[in-house]
Nanobody
Framework: QVQLVESGGGLVQPGGSLRLSCAAS????????MSWYRQAPGKERDMVAS????????YYADSMKGRFTISRDNAKNTVYLQMNSLEPEDTAVYYC?????????WGQGTQVTVSS
């Protein structure tokens, strides 16, 4: 079955950086686009970034442009999210996502807290 396992979250000071990873299994990773979403307390889950199957195309939500970078390693079945210049407003649970056979699959999420 499809499994997505996120890691790399934690507590970081404003202006700091984190790199999230999502290890995927149970499907042919290299032929599916992958996405990162986040959900802050009391808010909806919003897309952060997405990346095409080969990694040649990427999309970022406006507030992440220039600060976040999504990438993937198809040999390792892993997608990454490099987050720089973190702000308190980036505090959220970050989720990895794939749409496989028309259904959304999610990992368990990884908490990112930006605070001094």
């Amino acid at each position: 079955q499809v499994q997505l396992v996120e890691s790399g979250g934690g507590l970081v000071q404003p202006g700091g950086s984190l790199r999230l990873s999502c290890a995927a299994s149970g499907f042919t990773f290299s032929i599916y686009a992958m996405s990162w979403y986040r959900q802050a307390p009391g808010k909806e889950r919003d897309m952060v970034a997405s990346i095409s199957e080969t990694g040649t195309l990427t999309y970022y939500a406006d507030s992440m442009k220039g600060r976040f970078t999504i990438s993937r390693d198809n040999a390792k079945n892993t997608v990454y999210l490099q987050m720089n210049s973190l702000e308190p407003e980036d505090t959220a649970v970050y989720y990895c996502n794939v749409v496989w056979r028309g259904l959304h699959y999610w990992g368990q999420g990884t908490q990112v807290t930006v605070s001094s």
